[in-house]
């Protein structure tokens, strides 16, 4: 990534840019304007500043009947407050036989998350699973060996890194360039608690982000990694699962939040869904919204982690992104109803580009049981209407993942 890129990129991912407030966080958090997202609490932000989560949840005001008469296909959004428990330690022991096996397949247990998400008290192991780190079908020993396995193949990574350190730093060009964003971003971030104690490494995760990016330089290095790195820190103990959990997530969702492999088709289907789903606010975006699609790429950098209230619901979200369903690249399906929440406001405020942003913005203190439910609906909407989808557009959401 050249110097020009990093530095437009860091205009819109870096947390200091335009800071005009800062929360005083009790906990691990961001310090984005504008964006809450604590795990456990934080000072209150001001009214003004937040698209309230209950009413931004709500589509209120114009009402286009000609358009559902004529496609079906845009609906006004009325998120249910509906509340299921999720899978706890009880029931998902209950997966297992006496040798550790599942035997619920893929399908039931994918489909349980989807719909109810996962208890904190299983969420570490669980997407052992998801990620692929285990094998499906593997036992409690060949877990245990699995595990083993990790540990010695990260740590040979990493002895391998403490060798051709030296040559990237006097050889690579942009290496030492990518350890100074690496190491400035980890200074933002807050590692105590609200007892004062430091409940995250910095050098540890700079560790792993630096191996991270020698091992996968196509990716590159973006700022939206230390934000994603500490949630794998948060939810496993040691040093290679963090490690592994990240690389197989960023696998197992193809690297959709990856600015130089995923995001840039995010958002090209994104612009053919609206066009397909709502052509009346395509129309607006494409004569007031001059390049508002494009300017949307953090909500997929962070994998939309800056719109939720806790962390708890970031991991709910990519939980259902590990599953596959209801469909593949279900994060666009998410980007669009997120959109459609403002969308009556954009159209009746004849909003243009930098109002438009300023509004997705302020999209924050979200839920993501609701925000699940609501794309899903999204996405049966789309079904409806198979026959009728472009097929590239169809393929993007239906088609195999490789």
């Known amino acids: ?15 200091t840019v335009g800071a005009q407030s800062r929360c005083t966080l009790t906990w691990l958090t961001w310090s984005q304007p504008g964006f809450s997202a604590a795990c456990f609490a934080c000072a209150p932000i001001p009214k003004a500043a937040i698209w309230n989560r209950k009413k931004g949840m709500q589509m209120q005001g114009i009402k286009r009947p000609e358009e559902e008469e004529a496609e079906g296909k845009h609906q006004p959004l009325a998120f249910q407050e509906t509340t299921k428990l999720p899978i706890d330690q009880s029931e998902w022991e209950g997966y297992f036989d006496e040798s550790g096996h599942l035997v619920k397949s893929w399908d039931f247990i994918s489909s349980n998350i989807l719909d109810r998400g996962l208890d904190p008290s299983v969420r570490s192991e669980a997407w052992k699973f998801l990620t692929g780190y285990y094998p499906w079908s593997s036992s409690r ?13 990260y740590e040979s990574l990493a002895k391998m890194y403490d060798k051709i350190q030296p040559l990237l730093e006097t050889q690579f060009r942009g290496f030492s360039q990518v350890c100074s964003f690496i190491n400035s971003d980890l200074q933002r971030l807050y590692t105590r608690d609200a007892q004062g104690q430091t409940r995250v490494d910095k050098k540890q995760m700079e560790k792993i982000l630096l191996l991270s990016y020698v091992c996968n330089m196509e990716a590159e290095y973006q700022q939206g990694f230390r934000e994603m790195l500490l949630l794998f ?16 997530f960023l696998q197992k969702t193809e690297h959709s939040c990856v600015m130089n492999i995923g995001v840039g088709k995010n958002l090209v289907m994104l612009k053919a869904l ?23 790429f953090p909500w997929f950098c962070f994998s939309f982690q800056r719109v939720f209230k806790s962390f708890y619901d970031v991991w709910r979200l990519w939980e259902v992104f590990l599953t596959g369903k209801p469909c593949r690249n279900f994060q666009v399906i998410v980007a669009y109803t997120l959109l459609q929440t403002v969308r ?45 989808v472009p097929t590239a557009l169809m393929e993007f959401f239906t088609q195999a993942r490789k």
């Open 1 to 15: 990534m050249t110097t020009g890129k990093l530095t437009r990129l860091a205009q819109y991912l870096d947390p």
């Open 141 to 153: 020993d060949e877990r245990l060996a699995v595990e083993g396995m990790r540990r010695k193949s």
């Open 233 to 248: 820190h948060l939810l496993a103990e040691q040093e290679h699962e963090i490690y592994w959990l990240f690389q197989f």
């Open 274 to 296: 609206i066009t397909f789903m709502d052509p009346t606010f395509a129309k607006h975006l494409e004569g007031k919204g001059t390049q508002v699609i494009q300017s949307l």
């Open 344 to 388: 009556d406001q954009i159209l009746r405020e004849n909003m243009a580009g930098d109002d438009i942003l300023m509004l997705c913005g302020n999209l924050i203190d979200l839920d993501a049981d609701q925000l699940i439910s609501e794309a899903c609906s999204t996405y049966n909407r789309l079904l409806k209407h198979a026959a009728k």
